[in-house]
């Protein structure tokens, strides 16, 4: 499962409005993990912990943290995102073989598609801000 932002679209904001491609990718990449991790539904916490941040290449592993903490706080596995430059994709995964599962809504503590909800709710604030500047 991946989010994938719109680079092109993204770079081209951020060069009109003369702002470092490598900070805006690195704060949308930080807000949408965030987001993500926030509204995956916990039982064990494995599922929450293994939202992973690829640079260039998609995750394929899965780790064996948890993180049990409540919907809502910040999410205690942080990704290293220092190294986005901003020029290559950045991937969203979670390679648990049952996440689909819970995207699907398996889970009655959190809705169906909270995934696409998360990157709904980015890319909605992604639109305003671009047009936010444009007007």
Not at 16 to 44: N, W
């Amino acid at each position: 499962m991946a989010g994938l932002m719109q680079l092109r679209a993204v770079k081209e904001f951020a060069d009109a409005m003369e702002l470092d491609i490598a900070l805006v990718t690195q704060k949308i990449t930080i807000d949408i993990h965030a987001d993500i991790v926030r509204g995956t539904p916990v039982d064990t916490g494995h599922a929450r912990a293994n939202w992973q941040i690829g640079i260039g290449s998609w995750p394929t592993t899965t780790l064996a943290a948890k993180d049990k903490q409540p919907l809502g706080s910040d999410p205690a596995i942080k990704p290293d995102v220092a190294t986005i430059d901003g020029e290559k994709v950045i991937y969203v995964t979670n390679a648990l073989p049952y996440i689909g599962v819970l995207e699907d809504g398996s889970s009655k503590q959190a809705p169906v598609g909270f995934v696409g909800l998360a990157i709904a709710r980015m890319q909605g604030e992604i639109d305003a801000r671009i047009a936010s500047y444009l007007n």
